[in-house]
């Protein structure tokens, strides 16, 4: 069965850490580019940051750069995203996405980003700010 699921979201004060993980099931995530797609109540999905699959190059909107970090653990087939310095407008819940569809998955959204099209198929963490 083809499986991403998302975790590590909770509820931190303004400024706090969250450490977000997407670990794969029944395909290989390092063969992949994933990303992160978070979409707050009323708004957009919105893509905030992609891992290549060949050189681990990470990208991110301006939203988050310098605050957020997204990683590979190939081992453990998951990628990270290392939330720091949490502000108001973070606050969504947070999905995990593949630049492409491994074979067998039929049910997913689609999300235009800047890096282009991503899918998601997982339920998504919520992450919660509060000042």
């Known amino acids: 069965q083809v499986q991403l699921v998302e975790s590590g979201g909770g509820s931190v004060q303004t400024g706090g850490s969250l450490r977000l993980s997407c670990a794969a099931s029944g395909f290989s995530l390092d063969r992949y580019v994933v990303g992160w797609v978070r979409q707050a109540p009323g708004k957009e999905r919105e893509g905030i940051s992609i891992i290549t699959n060949d050189d681990s190059r990470p990208y991110y909107v301006d939203a988050v750069k310098g605050r957020f970090i997204i990683s590979r653990d190939n081992a453990m087939n998951t990628v990270n995203l290392q939330m720091n310095e949490l502000k108001p407008e973070d606050p969504a819940v947070y999905y995990c996405?593949?630049?492409?569809?491994?074979?067998?998955?039929?049910?997913?959204?689609?999300?235009?980003?800047?890096?282009?099209?991503?899918?998601?198929w997982g339920q998504g963490t919520q992450v919660t700010v509060s000042s």
């Open positions: 996405a593949t630049s492409n569809l491994p074979e067998g998955m039929f049910r997913f959204v689609q999300v235009t980003t800047r890096w282009g099209r991503l899918y998601y």
